[in-house]
């Protein structure tokens, strides 16, 4: 069986060591001294001033969306995976589809501006697959209606534009290290703000809202990270770098195969930006290729090599959303036709020489 992905996993010994620590420690949860070591170093590995590090990657959005006092209507995009939107939904806010860019999967800055109304407050796009969206346009955008941008950046872990971390866009970037994601922390995840005083506030929405023993300075909810994960943070830091490199390998053995068939059309690395190979999407053009996406799903499943479509069905498909004005299919003809042409095809660093051509041995004819 080849999967879509697979966990990068820290060496056992070495976590063991650092659990021996834990346990002699008897401190285990609470900003002890790994959680505030893997808050520094992902700091300065991700080039971005602050770093809060959170129990997963979906509440470090739910609490940007507090902590910014951001309410009524949010821009955002359907192609992405559930988290996006649910975040909106658990702070009460109405999320408003926007349609994507074929180019990049991202959020269309060109359609954003005709989508905004007086209740619109913020913008939430995502970087989808890791690609850098337009952050310069958006940006513009916000400055000029006076929003505040989150971006939900669960797949841009590492990701830079010219040299800058892409994290640094918008209010605040949120980070997911679920275990299928570049970098894990079996579930995990963290906030990337610009200052400070930001970051004693997450600090403390992340933690009930205690701001000292006994003062609470807000409705904050429990996201913190523990020590055990935050060890494994750390140790599996050391080993991204490698691992992306041999996504990257990866990467390339798919296009060189692939780039010859009729019908199959895929990403190609964006100048000036140093990617991460989180996913690896083809786009199958069924008139062309002469099979439909969920036929050679099928078949790829047959044979054991499991792609996932992501992301289908788009969020503004599922019963929660569908009913909402922004999600009619008119309104999304993009983001449609990349959720049922779509196949991730199967990424991650341990992918053989020999499960890569089983792989395209099921695409290319
Ligand atoms: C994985 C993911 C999340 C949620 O992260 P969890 O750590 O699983 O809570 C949010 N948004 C996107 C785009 C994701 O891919």
Same mark, same amino acid.
């Given at each position: ?58 509440l ?37 589809? @926007? ?10 800055p ?15 796009? @995502?970087? @989808? ?32 534009v ?42 403390y ?5 205690f701001?000292? =023993? ?14 055990v ?12 770098? =490698? ?8 990467? @390339? ?30 786009f199958?053009?069924e ?79």
């Amino acid at each position: 069986m080849i999967t879509v992905t697979s966990p990068l996993l820290p060496d056992l010994d070495e976590f063991y060591g650092m659990l021996k620590e834990i346990w002699n420690s008897k401190y285990i949860t609470n900003n002890g001294s790994f959680h505030k070591q893997l808050e520094k170093e992902l700091a300065s590995y991700l080039k971005v001033p602050y770093v809060s590090l959170f129990t997963n990657g979906t509440l470090p959005l739910i609490t940007a969306l507090q902590a910014l006092r951001v309410t009524g209507e949010v821009i955002t995009t359907p192609y992405s995976f559930v988290a996006t939107t649910h975040a909106l939904w658990w702070n009460g806010i109405k999320p408003v589809f @926007v349609d994507v860019d074929l180019k990049t999967g991202n959020l269309d800055p060109d359609k954003i501006e005709a989508a905004i109304t007086p209740k619109t407050t913020a913008i939430m796009p @995502v970087h @989808v697959y890791g690609k850098p969206c337009d952050t310069k346009k958006i940006q513009e955008i916000a400055d000029r209606y006076g929003l505040k941008v989150i971006y939900d950046a669960a797949h841009a872990f590492g990701v830079e534009v010219n040299g800058e971390s892409v994290l640094n866009a918008g209010d605040m970037s949120t980070l997911s290290f679920h275990a299928t994601k570049v970098y894990n922390t079996i579930e995990g995840g963290a906030m990337v703000m610009h200052d400070e005083k930001t970051k004693q506030r997450i600090d403390y929405l992340k933690n009930f809202g205690f701001a000292g =023993e006994t003062t609470v300075v807000g409705p904050g909810i429990n996201s913190k990270m523990d020590e055990v994960r935050a060890a494994y943070g750390i140790l599996n830091l050391r080993q991204v770098d =490698e691992s992306i490199a041999a996504r990257r390998e990866v990467a @390339v053995a798919y296009r060189n195969a692939l780039r010859s068939v009729d019908g199959v059309s895929f990403f190609d690395d964006m100048p000036g930006v140093k990617h991460n190979y989180s996913y690896f999407p083809i786009f199958i053009d069924e008139r062309k290729y002469g099979m439909s996406r969920d036929d050679l799903y099928m078949k790829m499943r047959e044979a054991k090599v499991l792609g996932r479509r992501y992301f289908y069905p788009l969020i503004s498909e599922f019963s929660t959303y569908r009913g909402l004005e922004s999600a009619d299919p008119n309104n999304l003809p993009n983001a449609h036709k990349m959720a049922n042409t779509v196949i991730c095809l199967p990424m991650h660093h341990t992918l053989s020489k020999e499960d890569i051509n089983r792989v395209l041995d099921q695409i290319v004819k």
